[in-house]
């Protein structure tokens, strides 16, 4: 029994130390120590993680905006081309119709009224048809030269006429609402 009492009262006495060396303040100091290293390392996680996920915002935040405009763009291409898909076929009729205007250009007799006149009805046709597309002529004569309207082969002088105003259309030319197929050539006065 000796022996057990040499142990009970050993086991009290290292509590009793556990209980010192935490009361003599010499362990808490060096928790104390290790805690604002522990806490200065959580906090430059910390940052680095908040700046990863600011990083990655901006980036989601521009792949959205990028991907709005991309949507806008396409909208916009997509409308352009129902605004004008029937631009190349019109482009590739334009000369059959100023041959159609040619051939109403020629006097008209007995023997040729019949053609002229079927010829007129098919001419009358073909305008519409290109009217209801949004085809319309290009005003000329008289007008003010529009670069962009007209293209100029010709130059007289008049001093009856305005300077560079269209006297004479050469080529009828043709816009597409409010894009231009094929300019008119036209002559203008200096």
């Given at each position: 029994?000796?022996?057990?009492?040499?142990?009970?009262?050993?086991?009290?006495?290292n509590?009793?130390?556990?209980?010192?060396?935490?009361?003599?303040?010499?362990?808490?100091?060096?928790?104390?120590?290790?805690?604002?290293?522990?806490?200065?390392?959580?906090?430059?996680?910390?940052?680095?993680?908040?700046?990863?996920?600011?990083?990655?915002?901006?980036?989601l935040?521009?792949?959205?905006?990028e991907?709005?405009?991309y949507?806008?763009?396409?909208?916009?291409?997509?409308?352009?081309?129902?605004?004008?898909?029937?631009?190349?076929?019109?482009?590739?009729?334009?000369?059959?119709?100023?041959?159609?205007e040619?051939?109403?250009?020629?006097?008209?007799?007995?023997?040729?009224?019949?053609?002229?006149?079927?010829?007129?009805?098919?001419?009358?046709?073909?305008?519409?048809?290109?009217?209801?597309?949004?085809?319309?002529?290009?005003?000329?004569?008289?007008?003010?030269?529009?670069?962009?309207?007209?293209?100029?082969?010709?130059?007289?002088?008049?001093?009856?006429?305005?300077?560079?105003t269209?006297?004479?259309?050469?080529?009828?030319?043709?816009?597409?609402?409010?894009?231009?197929?094929?300019p008119?050539?036209?002559?203008?006065?200096?």
């Amino acid at each position: 029994m000796n022996e057990k009492d040499n142990q009970t009262t050993s086991e009290p006495e290292n509590e009793q130390e556990i209980i010192d060396v935490n009361d003599s303040g010499e362990q808490p100091e060096e928790n104390e120590t290790e805690q604002p290293q522990e806490e200065a390392v959580e906090n430059d996680e910390i940052a680095k993680l908040q700046q990863e996920k600011d990083e990655t915002y901006n980036r989601l935040v521009r792949l959205q905006a990028e991907f709005d405009n991309y949507k806008r763009r396409t909208l916009k291409e997509r409308e352009a081309d129902r605004k004008y898909k029937s631009q190349d076929l019109i482009t590739e009729l334009l000369p059959a119709i100023d041959n159609f205007e040619r051939a109403l250009q020629v006097e008209v007799t007995e023997e040729n009224k019949s053609i002229i006149d079927g010829i007129m009805m098919v001419y009358r046709q073909l305008q519409e048809a290109l009217t209801s597309q949004g085809v319309e002529p290009i005003k000329t004569e008289g007008e003010v030269f529009d670069p962009n309207l007209h293209h100029a082969v010709m130059q007289i002088e008049d001093e009856n006429m305005d300077s560079n105003t269209v006297v004479e259309e050469l080529q009828k030319g043709y816009q597409l609402k409010d894009r231009v197929i094929r300019p008119a050539m036209v002559k203008v006065n200096k």
